[in-house]
């Protein structure tokens, strides 16, 4: 029997890293041949194709580099010989990649993104566990049609609930509100539930002048303005609670939103959607009357992706309310 072909592109982040000797710190610096010698037993299950993109620490890879990603994705889950793509990446921005490409691939075939915690000099390096768990992901016919996949763990989470909730723990990966979708369990992949509301966003572009500014107590709109006054096209909010801002913060809003700038609140809260519940000033009921547009229960980094793809689309406000708050008050269509 021929075994399924899966394609893994290798992106960098701590899964290639090793501890240089010289400067006492990890950096990338494994082969994608080194990463995958240490992947024992998966060539009974599929054959790999490795692809590179590059050695790249989390941190270095923004929103154009994640849609040169998307580009490469995109040319190799086309063909025929592919089942599915895996895409190993640094785990301090994985989620906004893995978000990303969720948000504007739509294709049956399963994409999972993996990486690691510990780096190979490190003691219990979960690399290869964590590779050979995507593996068995990709090449399960139960893992179609559910979009981007993070697989950690022997943990399977959908790309747009997942955060990364630890800076150090191997389940650090976690979806807080709705649970993981599954577990890969004795190397097949078992599911639980499957992904409800997901949301596709057809475009080729993406609008990076997006700000993300995080509310805390007393604070004034100095942050707005400068975003509005620096060229923001759009400004992500994390805001206090159910959706509320300190009243200081209202008359930078109220300049963001006169000057063009599409501004979406979200809850810096780690679960639970926004919503225009309070009447006082700053509360939620007068940001949606003066223009702002509600994030749901994103969190701020996935917010302002999905802000960014749609004003790639769109810059007419009603159009843009109903990607963004798709599922909220909206149905899910564009």
């Known amino acids: 029997m021929k075994k399924p072909r899966v394609a893994i592109i290798f992106t960098g982040g701590t899964i290639s890293m090793t501890v240089d000797p010289r400067i006492g710190a990890a950096i990338p610096s494994l082969s994608n041949d080194e990463i ?7 060539d009974k299950f599929a054959e790999i194709e490795s692809i590179d993109f590059g050695k790249l620490p989390g941190p270095h890879i923004g929103p154009s580099k994640m849609m040169e990603l998307r580009g490469l994705v995109l040319k190799t889950i086309s063909r025929d010989d592919i089942c599915g793509v895996i895409i190993t990446h640094g785990t301090d921005t994985l989620e906004e990649t893995a978000y990303l490409l ?15 915690m510990r780096n190979s000099s490190e003691l219990g390096y979960d690399g290869p566990s964590n590779l050979a768990a995507a593996v068995c992901t990709a090449i399960s016919p139960y893992s179609k049609n559910k979009g981007v996949l993070v697989v950690m763990n022997n943990t399977v989470n959908a790309a747009g609930e997942v955060t990364k909730t630890n800076t150090l723990s191997l389940d650090t990966f976690k979806s807080l509100e709705f649970g993981a979708l599954g577990v890969v369990d004795n190397d097949r992949v078992i599911f639980h539930r499957d992904v409800i509301n997901r949301q596709y966003i057809p475009t080729d572009g993406i609008e990076t002048d ?3 500014i995080k509310c805390a107590a007393g604070m004034d709109s100095k942050f707005i303005e400068y975003s509005v006054d620096t060229g923001a096209k759009g400004i992500v909010l994390e805001a206090l609670g159910r959706g509320n801002v300190p009243p200081k913060m209202i ?4 300049y963001a939103i006169d000057n063009g700038v599409f501004v979406v609140v979200v809850s810096r809260c780690p679960t639970g959607r926004v919503l225009d519940t309070y009447g ?7 940001l949606r009357n003066m223009g702002i547009i509600l994030g ?14 749609a004003l790639s689309v769109t810059r007419d406000m009603e159009k843009l309310r109903r990607i963004m708050e798709q599922g909220e008050y909206y149905e899910n269509e564009i």
């Open 36 to 42: 995958m010698s240490l992947v024992t037993n998966i």
């Open 102 to 116: 969720d948000l504007s691939i739509n294709c049956e075939k399963p994409i999972v993104v993996a990486g690691a």
């Open 210 to 212: 997006v700000d993300l």
């Open 251 to 254: 008359e930078g809003i109220k």
């Open 280 to 286: 006082y000033e700053g509360g939620g009921k007068q």
């Open 296 to 309: 749901g229960n994103l969190p701020g980094q996935k917010a302002r992706i999905k802000l960014m793809l």
